[in-house]
């Protein structure tokens, strides 16, 4: 009875209790730490956090994982409250990569056995559409550049 009862009122706007929910997430992070002191300022700064389930860092790799009902955005600006530099992990497996010596991917600062992720930015600094894709496939000024023939 009780829940009918909310239900209507919550119906005829007399309440919003009911707010979307965050998706469980992990978030990755680079973030410069030196000594164990840091690793402490920006752990205690996460764990505090609303909707963070655990925290774990990598001192050696310069690597914090968060993972929990957060949102990534504000795991980046809660580290950089704490006077580090932060940004979204760039690196992925050695291993997923068509060229990891390429110019764009191979990166001196990444952990051994990762290169930098070019593909994640390629894809967010230029949007393909299937239009584009299809035009491509055929240019006047190149009759030979046809790849169906």
């Known amino acids: 009875m009780g829940g009918t ?4 009122f919550n119906l005829l706007g007399g309440g919003h209790r009911y707010t979307k929910r965050k ?6 992070l680079r ?3 030196d000594c164990e002191g840091c690793e402490l300022k920006v752990r205690n700064a996460l764990s505090t956090m609303k909707g963070v389930r655990s925290v774990d860092i990598n001192r050696k790799q310069y690597k914090v994982t968060v993972t929990g009902y957060v949102e990534p955005h504000k ?21 997923v ?9 191979y990166d001196k600062k990444a952990p051994a056995g990762y290169v930098r992720n070019v593909e994640a930015i390629r894809v967010s600094s230029q949007v393909v559409k299937p239009e ?4 491509s496939l ?6 030979n550049a046809c790849s169906i023939m």
């Open 5 to 8: 009862l909310d239900f209507l």
């Open 23 to 28: 998706q469980f997430q992990t978030v990755e």
């Open 31 to 33: 973030v410069r730490m």
């Open 75 to 95: 795991v980046v600006k809660r580290v950089q409250s704490t006077g580090k530099k932060a940004e979204i992990w760039p690196y992925v497996p050695y291993n």
């Open 97 to 105: 990569v068509a060229r990891p010596y390429a110019a764009q991917t």
């Open 132 to 135: 584009d894709q299809l035009a």
């Open 138 to 143: 055929f240019s006047d000024d190149n009759p």
